[in-house]
């Protein structure tokens, strides 16, 4: 009979992981599946497991090949895939008991050719959020497409997701050779789709550990390998999806860059680093470069001039900052917003500075604490800051709005950051039910607006008008 789903798993010495793998694929609540272990030419334990696994569950199928790496792995068991659905797994990572059940079953309620879902990091046992995947699947949501949730740009690994075998074909999908062979593949189905479904829960354990070839990322030649898929997908996006490629790109400068800046932390012959820095720059779009958040526009500049030594330093100073670097004024009659980064109006270096630029990056950050009924109104008090400036806000205005009327409050300061007002209700008369509160502040000539959120939930904060009806309001007396 011919399975529901093909799951192929590529192997390569991996021992001490391989059985927790098979063991999580066996106890999958779809039963109706076929597991292909491609064995990579492993010269460990590992084959011994998987003959274990094929001997007592007729599910698992074994087949081997030389060590080729695991693109031509992959294609290998794709080639032995008998599955109306295929499903990528690695060898060392977990799958959760339901994640095939429920990708497959939203594939079968919509009907697009692959459903994604959110990625979870085991760590030395321990799971936490992948920071690759992290703003992505906040929320489910089915029959999108890429070009429509650029954030999917961010989703560029193949075995959190199931796709339907004909879709597969169709679109000639194939892994090329090297180590980040599923980048390209990742996001060429992504594009190529008609639809993709997205699940809002954890679906692929992904697990570090310090002896996989990705972790070996600050080497010359694995940073050459990785600026390969680079320029492969950049080459697809730019001839099938343009409008995606500075999503891409600022991915690449967010994530992938900083295994260069390691790199050159700790290798003394900096000379052919950087003059891969310089191949990697010049494929980035310039719009991009130039739009980076700040520091991170420093460390470009430090790395185009070739300065190290200085780079480096910022480095150290970044990861000395954990919860976050901060952004000052300065300028009396106009004042400008930057970076309080090293090297800032450095006579020796010259660094422009509109590398330090910080304005862009400024928000406003608005919470309400507490809300309550003094018998007469409502007292609601709350903080109101700018993310990363450490100083008084010179002037704040609040507005309440149900989206048609506006209504002004009286804001009392409380404190470097507190901030306090009343609600009659009765100035809330004729208005809809729910209404939201705005705070306009303005500072040194910089003006934000925000709306406040619920302190503890960290949800949009909303104003519920009580007795409200449809004939009318019944004020509290």
Same mark, same amino acid.
């Given at each position: 009979?011919?399975?529901?789903?093909?799951?192929?798993?590529?192997?390569?010495?991996?021992?001490?992981?391989?059985?927790?793998?098979?063991?999580?694929?066996?106890?999958?609540?779809?039963?109706?599946?076929?597991?292909?272990?491609?064995?990579?030419?492993?010269?460990?334990?590992?084959?011994?497991?998987?003959?274990?696994?094929?001997?007592?569950?007729?599910?698992?199928?074994?087949?081997?090949?030389?060590?080729?790496?695991?693109?031509?792995?992959?294609?290998?068991?794709?080639?032995?895939?008998?599955?109306?659905?295929?499903?990528?797994?690695?060898?060392?990572?977990?799958?959760?008991?339901?994640?095939?059940?429920?990708?497959?079953?939203?594939?079968?309620?919509?009907?697009?050719?692959?459903?994604?879902?959110?990625?979870?990091?085991?760590?030395?046992?321990?799971?936490?959020?992948?920071?690759?995947?992290?703003?992505?699947?906040?929320?489910?949501?089915?029959?999108?497409?890429?070009?429509?949730?650029?954030?999917?740009?961010?989703?560029?690994?193949?075995?959190?997701?199931?796709?339907?075998?004909?879709?597969?074909?169709?679109?000639?999908?194939?892994?090329?050779?090297?180590?980040?062979?599923?980048?390209?593949?990742?996001?060429?189905?992504?594009?190529?789709?008609?639809?993709?479904?997205?699940?809002?829960?954890?679906?692929?354990?992904?697990?570090?550990?310090?002896?996989?070839?990705?972790?070996?990322?600050?080497?010359?030649?694995?940073?050459?390998?990785?600026?390969?898929?680079?320029?492969?997908?950049?080459? #697809?996006? @730019?001839? !099938?999806?343009?409008?995606?490629? /500075?999503? &891409? $790109?600022?991915?690449?400068?967010? +994530?992938?860059?900083?295994?260069?800046?390691?790199?050159?932390?700790?290798?003394?012959?900096?000379?052919?680093?950087?003059?891969?820095?310089?191949?990697?720059?010049?494929?980035?779009?310039?719009?991009?470069?130039?739009?980076?958040?700040?520091?991170?526009?420093?460390?470009?500049?430090?790395?185009?001039?070739?300065?190290?030594?200085?780079?480096?330093?910022?480095?150290?100073?970044?990861?000395?900052?954990?919860?976050?670097?901060?952004?000052?004024?300065?300028?009396?009659?106009?004042?400008?917003?930057?970076?309080?980064?090293?090297? #800032?109006? @450095?006579? !020796?270096?010259?660094?422009?500075? /509109?590398? &330090? $630029?910080?304005?862009?990056?400024? +928000?406003?950050?608005?919470?309400?604490?507490?809300?309550?009924?003094?018998?007469?109104?409502?007292?609601?008090?709350?903080?109101?800051?700018?993310?990363?400036?450490?100083?008084?806000?010179?002037?704040?205005?609040?507005?309440?709005?149900?989206?048609?009327?506006?209504?002004?409050?009286?804001?009392?300061?409380?404190?470097?950051?507190?901030?306090?007002?009343?609600?009659?209700?009765?100035?809330?008369?004729?208005?809809?039910?729910?209404?939201?509160?705005?705070?306009?502040?303005?500072?040194?000539?910089?003006?934000?607006?925000?709306? #406040?959120? @619920?302190?503890?939930?960290?949800?949009?904060?909303?104003?519920?008008?009580?007795?409200?009806?449809?004939?009318?309001?019944?004020?509290?007396?």
């Amino acid at each position: 009979m011919i399975p529901l789903i093909s799951v192929i798993v590529p192997f390569h010495d991996v021992e001490p992981y391989i059985d927790q793998c098979l063991t999580s694929l066996a106890a999958q609540t779809l039963k109706d599946f076929e597991v292909i272990l491609v064995d990579d030419g492993s010269a460990d334990g590992s084959r011994r497991t998987a003959d274990d696994f094929v001997a007592r569950d007729p599910r698992f199928v074994l087949i081997g090949q030389r060590n080729e790496g695991p693109g031509p792995a992959r294609n290998a068991g794709v080639r032995q895939a008998r599955g109306t659905y295929l499903a990528f797994a690695d060898s060392d990572d977990v799958v959760p008991p339901q994640a095939y059940e429920r990708l497959v079953g939203m594939l079968a309620e919509t009907g697009s050719d692959l459903a994604c879902g959110a990625v979870g990091r085991l760590v030395d046992g321990e799971l936490e959020e992948s920071t690759l995947h992290e703003k992505v699947f906040r929320r489910p949501e089915l029959c999108t497409h890429i070009t429509d949730k650029q954030v999917l740009v961010r989703d560029r690994t193949v075995w959190n997701k199931v796709y339907r075998r004909d879709f597969w074909e169709r679109s000639g999908l194939s892994f090329p050779a090297g180590i980040y062979e599923d980048v390209p593949v990742a996001m060429q189905a992504h594009v190529l789709a008609t639809s993709v479904d997205m699940l809002g829960e954890v679906v692929y354990h992904w697990r570090r550990r310090e002896a996989s070839i990705t972790q070996h990322r600050s080497e010359l030649s694995n940073l050459r390998e990785r600026l390969v898929a680079i320029r492969s997908v950049r080459a #697809f996006l @730019d001839e !099938r999806a343009p409008e995606l490629i /500075d999503g &891409f $790109d600022s991915l690449v400068l967010e +994530k992938d860059i900083v295994f260069l800046f390691q790199a050159l932390e700790s290798e003394e012959d900096s000379g052919p680093l950087l003059e891969l820095a310089d191949a990697w720059l010049s494929e980035l779009s310039p719009r991009v470069l130039a739009t980076a958040p700040s520091l991170r526009r420093l460390e470009l500049h430090l790395l185009s001039r070739g300065l190290v030594r200085e780079l480096c330093q910022v480095r150290d100073f970044r990861r000395a900052r954990e919860e976050g670097t901060r952004i000052v004024p300065r300028g009396w009659r106009v004042t400008n917003w930057y970076g309080d980064y090293p090297f #800032f109006r @450095d006579r !020796r270096l010259r660094i422009p500075d /509109d590398v &330090f $630029d910080a304005r862009d990056e400024l +928000k406003l950050v608005a919470r309400v604490e507490r809300c309550e009924w003094t018998g007469a109104e409502y007292r609601l008090r709350g903080q109101v800051a700018i993310h990363r400036v450490d100083r008084k806000i010179g002037k704040i205005d609040l507005v309440l709005s149900d989206g048609r009327r506006k209504i002004p409050l009286e804001a009392r300061r409380s404190g470097r950051y507190g901030v306090v007002a009343s609600i009659d209700p009765e100035r809330l008369a004729g208005g809809g039910p729910s209404w939201r509160l705005q705070a306009r502040t303005e500072t040194r000539g910089l003006v934000l607006k925000s709306w #406040f959120r @619920d302190g503890e939930a960290n949800a949009a904060w909303r104003f519920s008008v009580p007795g409200w009806s449809r004939s009318g309001m019944d004020m509290p007396q």
